[in-house]
Every structure is written in structure tokens, then in C-alpha cells.
């Protein structure tokens, strides 16, 4: 069995070592570069096909496999489950390998990660169950709920290497390190298929790796990542259907940790920040590495590092039972945690960041008392039978908010037409002016302010905020003006917000009271 392991390693590395340079000379003839623009690394335009060579590899390595004969078994895989996880990855491969020559819409390629998994489903490879010994057990009796999680593991994975093929060498070095480790867990568990499948992978990563580490001359590709993600995913697959489930599918996503962790968290941190949640960027782990001052090779090497330690925890977790591997993971999973963090990834998942954005999101859903008694205040100015009725309900508002001055200022177009006598004309300096051309004006203070006001106005620390009335029609109808010293009161959080949904109500009432009747 050892012989035949270290044969398909063989092949797989000597094919790749061979094939990614004709791969590289493919991408240049052919239009398959990578330009330096944008979040990219490189500094010149780089062949992006090194998926072709690590396909090649492949294929040439599992082709020697399918002559060996352990134990008078014959075939090592049935054939429809070989037919399936060939297929699938064929087809993903493809789909990168045109994304690298023209750029594919991303609800189409993740439309075709989930082709590609669904393949491999309905070939046979699937996740049915999951345990931990006695400790833990999950069957999944629904195939919805078995086809569900097999494609989220195949999308989760082939996106995990996608992300971190941004530094030279970092996926194909990563991946190398999670397939010789499937090789050793196989070989310990006498089970020839998983070993030479994965020996296969890992010697076309590391012949292809030749090429690929800083500085790279090829970079793998949509193609490549897409391939060798699913490819991964499909063997744990197959390697757990003879063991310990738990335990053998949990072994690549520790050893993916980084990259994993990076994979889930990434379209929460883009929400967090107002942004696309599948648009790429420069805030991955590699990339944070780099912009606290650390080299490529620095940053993919120390990489190399987590995953080589991760990898071996993993290999004692699968010989651990029960309590202790649990606590272990627990660990192991804290640590982890610990480390993205001091890379500066979790800066945006702050606790204060993260309370503040609910204490937003349930203000904006009306589920706060402060945004539902504002609610109320609105309903009274917007049924406000004449214009002293508004204001009245506007004064009320303002003190909620705890302005200390305030004035409404209109033009006399925006006079309500309902009969009522004027007030008397006059301006803000109080100057007398005539009865057309003069703003109606309503002044407020609050009832405990005892300064002058000119005084008051002189004053530092105030929050001076002029709104201008516009109707939607475009019309000016008049001015709002507020004033709050935040030296005797603070602005809260919402003193804004509140004072825009404030004006649109008055211009709303504005409107209704001015409309022709």
C-alpha cells in the first residue's frame, strides 16, 4: 500500500513539475494573464491557468491508482461515486478556467459550485451523518437536509481556497499540507482510497508549487482554486465513509481553520460595513499580514505555520474520544479565534460596534421606546388641524429632543389657505417688513432656559442645525432652525436622525394644511 501511495505522489508531483511550465507558456499565447490592479498582489502581469497543470497532474497520478488491487478488492472506488466527484470536478474546473479568460457574473460561478456539488450528491457522495463517538451523534434521516449540508461543504471549501489564493503559493501550499496529513490519517486507518486520492492532490500541489511560490511565476487561477477546493471536499467526503465520521471530516476543517473562518466571516464583515457581501477585498488575513509591514513570503510562510500546527492538532483530536476531544477542539477553536483577531480581522466585529449596530437596526424597526414615542409625536403633527396645532406639537418634540431653541420661518406661499387671520409680519432681527415678501415666523425656548436669548447664542459648544422646508415638488416653503447647547445636555444617538424625520413630517403637514380646499 506505502508503494503505491508514494507511486501516485510521484506521478502527481513529476506531472505537475512538467506540465505547469507548458501551462504557463498556454496562459501567455492565449490571453490568460492577471493583471496587477485593484486588491492584487503583483506588481506585472502574471499567467493565470495553473489550474490546467494541477488538473493534468491529477488525472495522470489517479490514473497509475486504478491498477492497484489491495487484497484481491479490485477497483478501489465504485464506479458511479468515481464518475460523480470526476464530473463534478471537471465541471467547476471549467467554469473557473473561462472565468480566468472573461469575467463570469458571481451569481452564475456560485450558481455552478452548486452544480458541481449537487453532481457529486446525487453520485452517491454525500453527508448523511455526522459523530464524535459517544459524545456526539447526528443522522440526517431528510435528504433535503443531507443535500443542503453536502453543498454547503462543497461551496465552503472550494470558496475557502478561492480567498486565499491571494499570496504567492499560500493555497497550494495550505492545501499540500491538509492532503499529506488526509494521507497519514488514511494510511494509520488502513484505507487505500482516501490515501492515494489525496496523495495524488497533494503531489500535483507541490509540483505545481515549484512555480507558484514568491515570487510566482504562475498563479493558479480561478480554475485551479475552484478544482482543488472541490476536490478536497469530495475526498473528505469519501474518507469518512469508512471511519469515524466526525473525526475525519472535522480533520480539513481544522486544518482549513484560517481560511475557513476567513471564508464565513467575510460576507459578514462586508454587511457590517455597508458594502456588497460577495464583493472581493483587501481585509482577508494575507491581506491584513501584509499591510502591518510583513513581506510575502513572510506572511505565506508564517501561514504555513498555523496550518501545519492546526493540521497535526487535528491528527491527535481524530485519535482522541470523546470528552477530551471535545474540550480539545474547544480549545483549539478559542485559540484560533485569538489569532484572526490579533490580525486584525475582527476590528470590525467590536462589541461596541456590534451593540451599536443593533441598538440601530431595532430604532430603525420601531422597536425602541424613544423611536415609538417620536412615532407618536409625528402622528400629532401630521393631524394637526392648523398651523399653531403643528407647532405646538413641534415645541413638544423639540423639548423630547432636548433643543433649547427653536424657529419655523415661512415663506407666504406656504400660508395655509384655510382663513385664518395672519400673524403678525416680521423677520428674525424683528425688523418690520412688508406683508408679502415677510416670512411667517414661530419662535420657541424651552420654558426653564434663563439666559437671553441673544446671549445664549453666543455661547460655545452649540449644535446650530438649519433645515430648509422643500416641498416635493421642489418648492421652497421655509426654513427650520434649532439650537441645543451640548455642553448642559449631550446629543444622542439619534438626535439627527430624529430631527430629519421631524422635518419631513412638517413638510408633509405643510403641504396639507397649504392645499387648496
Known sequence: M????????????????LATPLAARFGRAFGFMDAPQGRKVHTQPIPRCGG??????????????????????????????MLAVYAGGLFIFLVGFVDD?????????????????????????????????????????????????????????????????????????????????????????ADP????????????????????????????????????????????????????????ILMPILAFGVPLLDTLTSPLRRFVRGKKMFEPDRQHVHHNLIAKGWSQRKAVVFL????AFLAVMAVLIVNMRDVPAGLFILLLGGALILFV?????????????????????SDVAGVSQGRRTFLNMQIEISQAPDLPTM??????????????????????????????????????AGSACGPVSCPRVFEWQRADL???????????????????????????????????????????DYTLRRVEQLRRTVVSTLERLSAPR
Open 101 to 189: 479568460r472573461r469575467p463570469l457574473p458571481a451569481k452564475l460561478k456560485f450558481l455552478a459550485q452548486i452544480a458541481a456539488a449537487s453532481i457529486c450528491f446525487f453520485g452517491g457522495v454525500r453527508i448523511e451523518s455526522f459523530s464524535m463517538g459517544e459524545m456526539f451523534s447526528l443522522h440526517l434521516n431528510q435528504d433535503v437536509l443531507s443535500y443542503g449540508l453536502t453543498v454547503f461543504w462543497f461551496v465552503l471549501f472550494i470558496n475557502a481556497i478561492n480567498l486565499i489564493d491571494g499570496l504567492d503559493g499560500l493555497a497550494a501550499g495550505v492545501a499540500f499540507f491538509v492532503c499529506a496529513v488526509q494521507v497519514v490519517l488514511a494510511t494509520m486507518r
Open 450 to 492: 434663563d439666559r437671553d436669548k441673544r446671549e445664549f447664542l453666543t455661547e460655545r459648544s452649540l449644535l446650530k442645525v438649519e433645515l430648509p422646508l422643500i416641498s416635493k415638488g421642489g418648492a421652497a416653503m421655509g426654513v427650520l432652525w434649532l439650537v441645543k447647547n451640548l455642553t448642559d445636555d449631550t446629543q444622542s
Open 304 to 307: 504555513y505555520g498555523v496550518t
Open 341 to 361: 483577531r490579533k490580525a486584525g480581522y475582527f476590528s470590525y466585529f467590536a462589541v461596541d460596534k456590534v451593540f451599536g449596530w443593533i441598538r440601530d437596526i
Open 2 to 17: 506505502l508503494r503505491w501511495i508514494a507511486g501516485v505522489f510521484a506521478v502527481g508531483l513529476a506531472t505537475a513539475l
Open 52 to 81: 490546467l497543470a494541477l488538473v493534468l497532474s491529477f488525472f495522470a497520478a489517479v490514473a497509475l491508482a486504478a491498477f492497484a488491487d489491495f487484497h484481491g478488492t479490485g477497483r478501489l472506488i465504485p464506479r458511479g461515486q
Open 193 to 248: 482510497l482516501p490515501a492515494m486520492l489525496f496523495a495524488a492532490l497533494g503531489g500535483g500541489a507541490l509540483g505545481f508549487l515549484r512555480y507558484n511560490f514568491n515570487p510566482a511565476t504562475i498563479f493558479l487561477g480561478d480554475g485551479g482554486s475552484y478544482f482543488l477546493g472541490y476536490m478536497v471536499a469530495a475526498l473528505s467526503i469519501l474518507s469518512s465513509s469508512k471511519s469515524q465520521v466526525g473525526a475525519t
Open 391 to 428: 407647532w405646538e406639537n413641534v415645541c413638544e418634540a423639540l423639548e423630547q429632543l432636548g433643543f433649547d431653541l427653536g424657529e419655523m420661518m415661512l415663506t407666504q406661499e406656504a400660508a395655509p389657505k384655510t382663513g385664518m387671520a395672519p400673524l403678525a409680519p416680521h423677520d428674525m
